[in-house]
Antibody, heavy 120, light 112 residues
């Protein structure tokens, strides 16, 4: 059974760095074809893809946010960490981590999300 | 970036009746392996998105067979054969052919 859970601060100030951790179980990020990603959703708006990391440590980032994002995986702890620098109020939203399946080749299991508010 | 455009953006439905949502991509999503890299998600109120259809037409595990995906290239459709009350929420298409992955604007389905 695959489960994912996001954790991190609920409130960050403008210009600060956000660090979110996704703790997962039921799979290994070392398995060929498997990956994990981050997707966010501003309140009342559509989903926006942020980043994806594959089993071989290949990383892909949203071009519009690439300079601000970093993905780091810790397979020994079954965790994936997303850092986003220089936070702005427009970055307020729900941040989801998701499992990328080798068979589905898409995000097939999602966490419940972490709501992040950017405000001074 | 591949732009995904959904229609309609709002869809009132009657339980027991069929419903369909359209999704168009700005580039073909047909891979040389023969699969269309188009996925459908449903986000029920207050929940995270759940995968309904992947690779254009394959139902995800546990998804009822009243949901069906079709289309190829740039034009895709999600059909619900007989809507049930639990099907309300926002439906998104997402292309998985290339990065950046991109989503449609979402189609809000609610009961008429």
């Amino acid at each position: 059974q695959i489960t994912l859970k996001e954790s991190g601060p609920t409130l960050v100030k403008p210009t600060q760095t956000l660090t979110l951790t996704c703790t997962f179980s039921g799979f290994s990020l070392n398995t060929h074809g498997v990956g994990m990603g981050w997707i966010r959703q501003p309140p009342g708006k559509a989903l926006e893809w942020l980043a994806l990391i594959y089993w071989d440590d290949d990383k892909r980032y949203s071009p519009s946010l690439k300079s601000r994002l970093t993905l780091t995986k810790d397979t020994s702890k079954s965790q994936l960490v997303l850092t986003m620098t220089d936070m702005d109020p427009v970055d307020t939203g729900n941040y989801f981590c998701a499992h990328y399946g080798s068979e589905t080749e898409t995000f097939d299991y999602w966490g419940r999300g972490a709501l992040v508010t950017v405000s001074s | 970036d591949i732009v995904m455009t959904q229609s309609p953006l709002s869809l009132p439905v009657i339980p027991g009746e069929p419903a369909s949502i359209s999704c168009r991509s700005s580039q073909s999503l047909l891979h040389s392996n023969g699969y269309n890299y188009l996925n459908w998600y449903l986000q029920k109120p207050g929940q995270s998105p759940q995968l309904l259809i992947y690779l254009g037409s394959i139902r995800a595990s546990g998804v009822p067979d009243r949901f069906g995906g079709s289309g190829s290239g740039t034009d895709f459709t999600l059909k619900i054969s007989k809507v049930e009350a639990e099907d309300v929420g926002v439906y998104y298409c997402m292309q998985g052919l290339q990065s950046p992955r991109t989503f449609g604007q979402g189609t809000k389905v609610d009961l008429k």
